[in-house]
Every structure is written in structure tokens, then in C-alpha cells.
């Protein structure tokens, strides 16, 4: 069936470092996928997206990759800060359109220590 | 920049009451929906909504539910007889690049407690 998953639920890192958060999808239809930080009390807010037609986007001390061979998703985040710490979803179209449903992942809880 | 508007923040209802859910969506925005995330657990997709009828729903999305663009600003999610576990966050997006080269912008979400 159709899942998108995280393989990792808690990640804590210090002020400076980089990090890295992973998700699995299983449909292998997708192709529009995408990263939400949803902080405390608030809706997810768009990070960045990336299309299966390529395997590397990059935006502000984000760079998200694309490995449709094992249908895995990463988002690094570049010299993290305090207030990157949030929740982060990844999410896919399910093999639909991109402006169709969006199918999320369980979340990984990103802590930076200062 | 424009930003996707949901009221109240939070709804605390009796089980069995009905309750209605507003959204404001990003004014030129043509796709809209609605998601939940009961607590603790992950964003689930409700319904979509183009062109003023339902592109596609749930099986969580089942008679009890409705939505509606009643107007052209709003977007509202209604739940005609509340269930104990309808208690979630609720969340409206909406997009508007008909070709889908945007993202869905979320609401901050309208907290809904079922007493």
C-alpha cells in the first residue's frame, strides 16, 4: 500500500552542526514530493519540494535528495539553528497530481541545542 | 506574503453538535483542502476542492462531512454530528498553480475538542 515514512522519529544536534533527516516512500508512482517544519501550534510550513525528474534541489541551507532506486527522501539542513527546531514531515502525491492529496509521513522531532 | 487564514483557533463542542470550520485560502488561489492530524500522529488528507465541487476525499471524509465555498473568499469544513473521535487539529490549504509547480500552503489549523 501506499506509505511515506520516517525513519527516524528524534533527531538532536548542536547549534552549527548540519543535519540530516530521512524519509522512505513506498509508492512508486510518486513523483512530487515535499518537506513541511511544523512548529509548535502552527500549520506545516513549506520548505522545500523537489520533482522525480530530479535528485538534488537546493534552497536557503536546505538541499533536499531524491534516490527513486531505493524511494528515499533526505533533507539537510545546513549549520542548523535554535529555531530550526520543529517537527519535519516529508510528504508525496501518492502517484497523483502534485496539486492532488498529499500523503505525510510520520514526522521527525529535530532538537538544536545551543 | 499571503497566508492561508483559519478560524476559531480552537472549537470545543458537545459530542452530537454540529461544528463549521473556516478558512480564508491565499486570495488567487484556485485548489483547496482540508487535512486533520489527531494528536500526536501524522497529517492526514481530508478532501480537495476545484471549481466548486469535491476533486476528491477519504475514506476518514464520510457523510458527516461537508465542505463548501459559500462565497468567494471562504472555505469552510462542516461536521454535521461531532464524534469523540472527530477531536483533532484541522488544517485548510490551498494552491494555485494549476499546473501543480506550487506547493499547498497550510493554515495554522483550528484545534477541535469533542467533549
Known amino acids: 500500500g501506499e506509505s511515506v515514512g520516517l525513519h527516524l522519529p528524534t533527531l538532536s544536534v548542536q547549534e552549527g552542526d548540519n543535519s540530516i533527516i530521512n524519509c522512505a516512500y513506498s509508492n512508486s508512482a510518486s513523483d512530487y514530493f515535499i518537506w513541511y517544519k511544523q512548529e509548535s501550534g502552527k500549520g506545516p510550513q513549506f520548505i522545500i519540494d523537489i520533482r522525480s525528474n530530479m535528485d538534488k534541489r537546493q534552497g536557503q541551507r536546505v538541499t533536499v535528495l531524491l534516490n527513486k532506486t531505493v524511494k528515499h527522501l533526505s533533507l539537510q539542513i545546513a549549520a542548523t539553528q535554535p529555531g530550526d527546531s520543529a517537527v519535519y514531515f516529508c510528504?508525496?502525491?501518492?502517484?497523483?497530481?502534485?496539486?492532488?492529496?498529499?500523503?505525510f509521513g510520520q514526522g521527525t522531532i529535530l532538537t538544536v541545542h545551543p | 506574503e499571503p497566508e492561508v487564514t483559519q478560524t476559531p483557533s480552537h472549537q470545543v463542542t458537545q459530542m452530537g453538535q454540529e461544528v463549521i470550520l473556516r478558512c480564508v485560502p491565499i486570495?488567487?488561489?484556485?485548489?483547496f483542502y482540508w487535512y486533520r492530524q489527531i494528536l500526536g500522529q501524522k497529517v492526514e488528507f481530508l478532501v480537495s476542492?476545484?471549481?466548486?465541487?469535491?476533486?476528491?476525499k477519504s475514506e476518514i471524509f464520510d457523510d458527516q462531512f461537508s465542505v463548501e465555498r459559500p462565497d468567494g473568499s471562504n472555505f469552510t469544513l462542516k461536521i454535521r454530528s461531532t464524534k469523540l473521535e472527530d477531536s483533532a487539529m484541522y488544517f485548510c490549504?490551498?494552491?494555485?498553480?494549476?499546473?501543480?509547480?506550487?506547493?499547498?500552503?497550510f493554515g495554522d489549523g483550528t484545534r477541535l475538542s469533542i467533549l
Open positions: 490549504a490551498s494552491n494555485g498553480d494549476p499546473a501543480g509547480n506550487q506547493p499547498q500552503h
Open positions: 486570495s488567487n488561489h484556485l485548489y
Open positions: 476542492f476545484y471549481n466548486n465541487e469535491i476533486s476528491e
Open positions: 510528504a508525496d502525491n501518492a502517484g497523483g497530481t502534485s496539486y492532488g492529496k498529499l500523503t
